[in-house]
């Protein structure tokens, strides 16, 4: 049995010495969920799929809810865990298994907390958003998501990441005539005509944005270019796709009518393929001010999306906060350090009882 009550270090190496690839968390569901019985017998747990939820029911004024994904992406030779130094190494140990162990050790050893607590451990966060354990959880159990905050424990280098940027992508279509090379007259080249949109991005002014004393800049950028039939032939169509990072005071619809402004004027359709809303990082509302205050006000603001924004829109404030170093995530050389995960622990029990 995993031991809740264990040394949060111990902890996160038990935790990434059971394989846990996204579809295939089972035994890791299983083993939480008997530990939580055992071990938390002040919270109520239940199972949904592979993803296991507990709470508390102390009647306190405010809920905390602690998320945690449990899967990982597919390991690359780098289990069983090692302890090497001050940094512990393995798959999943920075995302997100550290914030797991932080999350399942407070649970355990909290007896008195000073806010009702709801733990969250789901499966599939690695893989496509359609399958993701916490919107099931939403659909399915939408009490259990409840709270006047939410911390994730994605990895987040030990500081608090409130909220997240919003992400769009298009595909910026050009067209013309096709023709033969030798006769270029005689057509009208769609590849050329990408140069006017590159030209746009290129001079494009990045806005930065401070909202609750977190700073979010924008992001306008070509990602990939489509186009060209043969070696000898006027393309008669092609294409740029954009990825627009934009800060959460935008809209997924403010954010593509700006697109639409930066390219107004060319000829060109402009063809919206996914988008995924931001995420405002509420930190004037009392329980997340309260953890900023914990945290001695550290406090940044999130580039890049994660589930958050599905907290947002709830009207739940979030936050990521974990030990683990978001550069190192995925990698096989993924690792975090053990001096975090002590730094985390204090912190989030500071929280959690005064």
Not at 22 to 27: V, Y
Request: overall charge negative; aromatic content about 4%; glycine content about 8%.
């Amino acid at each position: 049995m995993l031991d809740l009550t264990a040394d949060p270090i111990a902890l996160t190496a038990a935790l990434v010495d059971i394989p846990s690839e996204s579809r295939h968390e089972q035994l890791i569901a299983d083993k939480i969920e008997t530990a939580l019985k055992a071990q938390a017998p002040h919270f109520e747990v239940i199972r949904n799929g592979d993803a296991v939820l507990a709470r508390t029911n102390l009647g306190r004024p405010s809920r905390v809810l602690l998320a945690g994904h449990t899967d990982t992406v597919p390991a690359a030779d780098n289990l069983p865990s090692r302890l090497d130094g001050d940094e512990l190494w393995g798959c999943g140990t920075s995302d997100m298994k550290a914030g797991d162990a932080v999350f399942l050790h407070l649970a355990a050893t909290v007896a008195e907390p000073a806010h009702d607590i709801t733990l969250v451990m789901y499966d599939c966060e690695e893989i496509e958003s359609s399958a993701n354990g916490l919107g099931r959880i939403e659909r399915e159990l939408p009490d259990w998501l409840q709270a006047d905050v939410a911390i994730l424990g994605e990895p987040s280098g030990g500081l608090i990441e409130a909220g997240c940027q919003g992400t769009l992508r298009v595909i910026v279509h050009t067209t013309g005539t096709r023709a033969h090379s030798a006769r270029s007259w005689l057509g009208d080249n769609a590849i050329h005509k990408l140069g006017a949109i590159l030209d746009r991005l290129t001079a494009y002014q990045a806005r930065q944005v401070d909202i609750d004393g977190c700073v979010y800049r924008e992001g306008l950028s070509a990602v990939r270019i489509d186009g060209g039939i043969a070696g000898n032939v006027i393309p008669d169509a092609a294409s740029v796709t954009v990825n627009f990072r934009f800060a959460p005071d935008r809209s997924v619809e403010q954010a593509l009518a700006h697109v639409h402004e930066v390219f107004a004027g060319l000829d060109v359709s402009i063809e919206l393929t996914d988008s995924a809303a931001g995420a405002l990082p509420g930190l004037t509302q009392p329980a997340a001010a309260a953890l900023v205050a914990a945290a001695g006000g550290q406090v940044r603001a999130k580039y890049g999306w994660t589930d958050v924004a599905r907290f947002a829109a709830l009207g739940i404030p979030a936050v990521n906060y974990g030990p683990g170093d978001p550069n190192l995530a995925h990698k096989v050389d993924e690792r975090v350090s053990t001096a975090a995960i002590t730094a985390t622990t204090k912190m989030l029990r500071r929280y959690l009882t005064r």
